[in-house]
Protein backbone atom coordinates (compact mmCIF):
# COMPACT_ATOMS: atom_id res chain seq x y z
CA UNK A 1 0.00 0.00 0.00
CA UNK A 2 0.92 3.45 -0.63
CA UNK A 3 1.58 6.28 1.77
CA UNK A 4 -1.36 6.81 4.48
CA UNK A 5 -2.27 10.74 3.19
CA UNK A 6 -1.90 12.98 0.63
CA UNK A 7 -2.56 15.95 -0.88
CA UNK A 8 -2.13 17.09 -4.92
CA UNK A 9 -2.98 19.98 -7.09
CA UNK A 10 -6.07 20.10 -9.28
CA UNK A 11 -6.29 23.41 -10.82
CA UNK A 12 -6.73 26.24 -8.37
CA UNK A 13 -7.86 23.87 -5.91
CA UNK A 14 -6.24 20.64 -3.70
CA UNK A 15 -7.38 17.09 -3.83
CA UNK A 16 -6.97 15.42 -0.82
CA UNK A 17 -7.00 11.07 -0.54
CA UNK A 18 -6.41 9.10 2.48
CA UNK A 19 -6.12 5.49 2.30
CA UNK A 20 -6.91 2.65 4.71
CA UNK A 21 -6.86 -1.37 5.52
CA UNK A 22 -10.27 -0.24 6.63
CA UNK A 23 -13.03 2.82 5.73
CA UNK A 24 -12.29 4.09 9.21
CA UNK A 25 -8.73 4.43 8.57
CA UNK A 26 -9.19 6.08 5.35
CA UNK A 27 -11.25 8.77 6.46
CA UNK A 28 -8.62 9.42 9.54
CA UNK A 29 -6.33 9.45 7.16
CA UNK A 30 -8.17 11.93 4.73
CA UNK A 31 -8.55 14.28 7.79
CA UNK A 32 -4.81 14.38 7.99
CA UNK A 33 -4.47 15.02 4.67
CA UNK A 34 -6.86 17.97 5.37
CA UNK A 35 -5.56 19.05 8.54
CA UNK A 36 -1.78 19.57 6.74
CA UNK A 37 -3.65 21.75 4.37
CA UNK A 38 -4.94 24.01 7.51
CA UNK A 39 -1.70 24.82 8.93
CA UNK A 40 1.50 25.04 8.02
CA UNK A 41 3.82 22.81 10.61
CA UNK A 42 2.62 19.37 10.82
CA UNK A 43 4.11 18.69 14.09
CA UNK A 44 0.38 18.13 15.26
CA UNK A 45 0.74 14.63 13.56
CA UNK A 46 2.69 13.71 16.47
CA UNK A 47 0.29 15.29 19.24
CA UNK A 48 -2.06 12.67 20.78
CA UNK A 49 -6.12 14.05 20.09
CA UNK A 50 -7.74 15.72 23.23
CA UNK A 51 -11.05 16.65 21.98
CA UNK A 52 -13.50 14.60 20.10
CA UNK A 53 -17.13 15.67 18.92
CA UNK A 54 -19.70 12.96 17.62
CA UNK A 55 -20.56 13.11 13.86
CA UNK A 56 -22.94 11.51 11.98
CA UNK A 57 -23.56 11.59 8.33
CA UNK A 58 -25.75 9.64 5.81
CA UNK A 59 -26.26 9.56 1.94
CA UNK A 60 -27.11 7.94 -1.20
CA UNK A 61 -23.56 6.99 -2.50
CA UNK A 62 -20.83 6.98 -0.63
CA UNK A 63 -18.61 9.62 -2.73
CA UNK A 64 -22.26 11.94 -1.77
CA UNK A 65 -20.85 10.43 1.88
CA UNK A 66 -17.70 11.53 2.12
CA UNK A 67 -18.28 15.14 0.59
CA UNK A 68 -20.52 15.99 3.41
CA UNK A 69 -18.24 14.09 5.89
CA UNK A 70 -15.25 16.48 4.69
CA UNK A 71 -17.95 19.60 4.87
CA UNK A 72 -19.47 18.67 8.33
CA UNK A 73 -15.95 18.66 9.43
CA UNK A 74 -14.79 22.06 8.41
CA UNK A 75 -17.80 23.55 9.53
CA UNK A 76 -16.80 21.92 12.90
CA UNK A 77 -13.56 22.86 12.51
CA UNK A 78 -14.59 26.75 12.30
CA UNK A 79 -17.50 26.82 14.58
CA UNK A 80 -15.33 25.12 17.61
CA UNK A 81 -11.66 26.02 16.68
CA UNK A 82 -10.35 22.57 16.41
CA UNK A 83 -7.79 20.79 13.73
CA UNK A 84 -9.10 17.27 13.27
CA UNK A 85 -7.21 14.96 11.91
CA UNK A 86 -8.38 11.29 13.21
CA UNK A 87 -12.17 9.46 12.96
CA UNK A 88 -13.24 6.25 15.43
CA UNK A 89 -16.51 4.75 14.45
CA UNK A 90 -18.68 2.99 12.10
CA UNK A 91 -18.62 3.41 8.28
CA UNK A 92 -21.36 1.78 5.34
CA UNK A 93 -20.59 2.41 1.97
CA UNK A 94 -23.56 -0.12 0.75
CA UNK A 95 -25.87 2.05 -1.15
CA UNK A 96 -28.46 3.69 -1.09
CA UNK A 97 -28.03 3.42 3.26
CA UNK A 98 -24.65 4.83 3.13
CA UNK A 99 -23.34 6.39 6.65
CA UNK A 100 -21.13 7.11 8.98
CA UNK A 101 -21.08 7.20 12.47
CA UNK A 102 -19.02 7.94 15.46
CA UNK A 103 -16.53 10.81 16.28
CA UNK A 104 -13.99 12.67 15.44
CA UNK A 105 -10.99 13.62 16.68
CA UNK A 106 -8.04 16.18 16.88
CA UNK A 107 -6.71 19.17 19.10
CA UNK A 108 -7.15 22.67 19.65
CA UNK A 109 -6.22 24.58 16.15
CA UNK A 110 -3.19 27.14 17.71
CA UNK A 111 -1.92 28.51 14.89
CA UNK A 112 0.91 30.17 17.14
CA UNK A 113 2.33 26.57 17.11
CA UNK A 114 1.69 25.65 14.02
CA UNK A 115 1.09 28.27 11.52
CA UNK A 116 -1.59 28.94 9.08
CA UNK A 117 -1.86 27.04 6.04
CA UNK A 118 -4.75 27.63 3.37
CA UNK A 119 -8.56 28.63 4.05
CA UNK A 120 -10.11 25.25 3.09
CA UNK A 121 -13.73 26.37 1.83
CA UNK A 122 -15.27 23.18 1.50
CA UNK A 123 -15.08 20.01 -0.44
CA UNK A 124 -16.71 19.28 -3.89
CA UNK A 125 -17.32 16.05 -5.89
CA UNK A 126 -14.79 16.67 -8.20
CA UNK A 127 -12.98 13.29 -8.28
CA UNK A 128 -14.78 12.31 -5.03
CA UNK A 129 -14.28 8.49 -4.24
CA UNK A 130 -14.85 6.61 -1.25
CA UNK A 131 -14.05 2.55 -2.32
CA UNK A 132 -12.17 -0.17 -2.07
CA UNK A 133 -9.52 -0.85 -4.13
CA UNK A 134 -7.74 -4.64 -3.92
CA UNK A 135 -7.11 -4.88 -0.23
CA UNK A 136 -7.81 -1.23 0.96
CA UNK A 137 -9.68 1.58 0.95
CA UNK A 138 -9.62 4.89 -0.57
CA UNK A 139 -10.97 8.55 0.58
CA UNK A 140 -10.50 11.44 -1.98
CA UNK A 141 -11.91 14.58 -3.32
CA UNK A 142 -10.88 17.70 -4.05
CA UNK A 143 -11.33 20.77 -1.97
CA UNK A 144 -12.09 24.29 -2.79
CA UNK A 145 -9.10 26.47 -1.32
Known sequence: ???DYETFE????VGIRG?????????SNLLKA?????VE???????KPTLSFPLEVEAEFPDELLVAFVNRVLSLSSLEGVL???FKGKVCLQ?????????????????????????VKGATFTLASFSKVDNHYIAQCVVDV
Do not use: S, W
Not at 10 to 13: E, L, T, Y
Not at 19 to 27: D, I, K, V
Open 1 to 3: MRQ
Open 10 to 13: HGAD
Open 19 to 27: YGNTPQLAL
Open 34 to 38: LATLM
Open 41 to 47: NPEFLKK
Open 84 to 86: FYA
Open 95 to 119: APECYIEGEILGIPLETDLYGYGVE
